[in-house]
């Protein structure tokens, strides 16, 4: 066709033209994707932050806690029932620890502000729409006191310090976090296998076994194959497992049954862990759940992607806002620069284009011709430009800046005692506040790129229909006077 | 026959009282199969009445009748037809497309017909050949002479085997020699293949070419005959 070839003499011979108008719109089209890919990594680095608390393999956690903030005086009657159930062996009194001056060791399991359920409430909830699977999770205070009966003894101690102006210097207390864990479940519930990084998870027969948190194992000089005490039972520790970032996980995992039968609580649980079919159910999942079980708080992913903050909460939000601005002002100004560059080649080819007329050419045939030159440069702006974009976004990757994620306390009370409130976060203890540095990456796919070209042909549309117009108004008599 | 008849045609530029009148109520009948040349100083109207004539332009009253068709109320797509099929230009800037080859340029006009490319190159480079330029038809304009551009117009202008060539100030931007190099064929297309070429120049050494000469003084014709010898121009000339 004479057309394509005219069109490929026209980008050949007027190179400059060419490059200047196609690099308008590369440099518009190469800021869309380097921005993109710069949005996508930073996506990608906030999936990096919540995936250790997700990647439990959680999708919503579900708790019953009682809103304590206020302290115990300000809960009503039946709440405080509630909490006097849950925490019943809490006040430990001395006079029964034996006579003055004997050794004794007692350890009570406190729930705090968690209520517990029936295990039975697993079942309700799996047969809900949209869930896949759910485990039954206990998470609780083991507080242990020890130390020598007083000569003054019978005031009752409450188990941890707040309740009555602290311990007599003779008795110590130890707070530990125990969380049970149904060991048929290895990739849901307070922990998972995939967060075992030394040793192994539990075994499937009912030898005591522990999995302790390894910051704790770290302060406590616990290796696998030690053995660590819960109330008296020495649990033979088999592996080590790392906590994700912010959450305050428990200290020791030990099986769900055993740990129900040591704090005599058989049959109880305080927090459900739920996976949803697909991460589009989980919305629907989460309302339901609240609506089945009422005063049941759920957790689920979005509650934590909300916590995450630092400098790359700010970068994400800096690319949403700044980032889309930009990119909308860049392409205006390629489209324009395009624009003017083809409205300033027609008005320069004026005698050109009267000249086409004059020799026959009909007047869609001349305007096809400026358009194609144009939707031409487009398409070599849009190659440029995605070069322009794949080179920005390799740069940002080979850079790679580290920017800092923070994932928030979760806005829940702790409990009586001061301590971290167990269960209500995150398949995990309560998310507490912690930091990770992440690298940034900016990935490029193929849409992405295509998308690129496609707007610079976009760009080079617009440039075409405004210089076609242009031409398509030349009156030939009018173009042939023309003065170059 | 008359080919092309104007009819008090007028062609005023601007409006109200700023209007300049190029063509005046022009009467002027041209037969097909002659070589005429219309002459006048400049801003006699002369190129307007080329444009009028080659419907690149609607005359402001009158009527321009192409075999009795008057062109004024023609479309605007059957004019750019009629240019195709039937009318061939040839300017004085020569006009070539600066980024095409001079074979590319000759098959420009080709192009509205749709020809195979096949068609169309080997019809681009016989016309090329007919001019004398067969061995430049891969050079671009920049490339080649004055003279040599003027010919890749007129093979272009002949490209689609016109009735009506219409040259204006062919020779103006030539040497004597080339310009008359050009003249002699112009004059030889016209023996030969029997178009009819109207020739618009201010040089009536020129126009003595053309064995019918008309003269424009202020938009209207003032003269309306046979040319002069070129003798006698030239001897008018010293």
């Known amino acids: 066709m004479f057309y394509i070839s005219y069109i490929a003499s026209e980008l050949r011979r007027r190179k400059g033209r060419t490059l200047l108008t196609a690099l308008g719109l590369a440099v518009g089209v190469g800021l869309v994707v380097a921005v993109s890919a710069l949005s996508a990594g930073l996506d990608d680095a906030q999936d990096e932050v919540l995936e250790p608390l997700t990647g439990v393999g959680t999708d919503i956690s579900v708790t019953r806690p009682i809103d304590a903030k206020g302290g115990f005086e300000s809960l009503s009657k039946r709440e405080r029932r509630q909490l006097q159930d849950e925490n019943g062996d809490a006040r430990i009194g001395l006079t029964n620890q034996g006579d003055p001056g004997d050794k004794f060791t007692t350890t009570s399991f406190l729930a705090t502000t968690q209520l517990s359920f029936p295990a039975s409430e697993v079942d309700e909830v799996a047969s809900l729409d949209g869930v896949k699977s759910v485990a039954a999770g206990l998470t609780l205070n083991a507080t242990t006191v020890s130390g020598t009966v007083p000569e003054d003894g019978g005031q009752d101690q409450p188990g941890v310090p707040s309740g009555g102006g602290g311990p007599p210097d003779n008795i110590d207390f130890k707070s530990t976090s125990v969380s049970g864990v149904d060991q048929a479940q290895k990739s849901l519930g307070a922990i998972s296998a995939a967060q075992v990084s030394k040793g192994n998870w539990f075994s499937q027969g009912d030898s005591r076994e522990a999995i302790v948190n390894t910051s704790y194992a770290n302060r406590q000089g616990i290796e696998v194959g030690d053995t660590v005490m819960v109330k008296g039972k020495r649990l033979k520790v088999v592996g080590l497992a790392t906590s994700p970032l912010g959450g305050q996980a428990s200290d020791i995992y030990m099986k769900l049954d055993q740990l129900q039968q040591l704090a005599d609580r058989k049959d109880r649980v305080n927090t459900l862990y739920v996976r949803a079919d697909s991460a589009d159910a989980v919305g629907a999942v989460s309302r339901e759940i609240e609506q089945t079980f009422a005063s049941s708080e759920v957790t689920d992913a979005q509650d934590l992607a909300d916590r995450v903050g630092g400098s790359l909460q700010d970068a994400k939000d800096l690319a949403g806002k700044l980032g889309t601005a930009l990119t909308i002002v860049a392409l205006l100004a390629a489209f324009l620069i395009a624009s003017l560059l083809t409205l300033s080649s027609v008005t320069k080819r004026t005698r050109e284009l009267g000249t086409l007329k004059a020799i026959g050419w009909p007047q869609r045939k001349v305007v096809r011709q400026v358009t194609g030159e144009a939707l031409a440069q487009g398409a070599l702006g849009g190659v440029l430009g995605a070069a322009i974009g794949v080179g920005a976004a390799a740069l940002i990757t080979a850079v790679g800046p580290e920017l800092k994620a923070t994932v928030a306390e979760a806005t829940q009370a702790s409990g009586p005692g001061g301590g971290p409130p167990p269960g209500g976060g995150f398949g995990q203890g309560a998310v507490q506040a912690g930091s990770e540095l992440i690298k940034l990456t900016a990935p490029v796919d193929a849409p992405l790129l295509l998308l690129a070209i496609g707007l610079a042909l976009l760009g080079g549309l617009v440039a075409g229909s405004v210089g076609g117009l242009r031409a398509a108004r030349l009156r030939p008599a009018d173009a042939l006077r023309h003065i170059d | ?238």
């Open chain 2, 1 to 238: 026959m008359t080919l092309i008849k104007l009819n008090a045609v007028t062609k005023i530029y601007g409006e109200g009282a700023t209007g300049v009148s190029a063509v005046d109520g022009v009467e002027l009948r041209i037969d097909d199969g002659e070589f005429l040349a219309i002459v006048g100083p400049s801003g006699s109207g002369k190129t307007t009445m080329l444009q009028l004539l080659g419907a690149l332009d609607r005359p402001t009253s009158g009527e321009v009748l192409f075999e009795s068709t008057d062109m004024a109320r023609m479309s605007d797509s059957e004019l750019a037809r009629l240019r195709s099929t039937t009318l061939g230009f040839i300017f004085q800037q020569f006009n070539l497309i600066p980024t095409l080859t001079a074979r590319q340029n000759v098959e420009a006009a080709l192009a509205p017909r749709g020809l195979p490319a096949a068609q169309r190159h080997g019809r681009a480079g016989h016309l090329l050949g007919q001019v004398g330029l067969a061995p430049r038809a891969d050079h671009l304009p920049t490339q080649l002479s004055g003279g040599e551009q003027q010919r890749v117009a007129i093979a272009r202008a002949l490209a689609n085997e016109p009735r009506v060539l219409l040259a204006d100030e062919p020779t103006g931007n030539l040497d004597t020699t080339t310009g008359e190099e050009i003249m002699g064929l112009l004059q030889e297309l016209w023996r030969s293949s029997g178009l009819t070429i109207v020739l618009v120049t201010h040089d009536r050494a020129i126009a003595a070419a053309a064995p019918r000469m008309v003269r424009m003084r202020d938009g209207r014709i003032e003269g309306d005959g046979p040319s002069e010898p070129v003798s006698a121009v030239r001897e008018e000339a010293v």
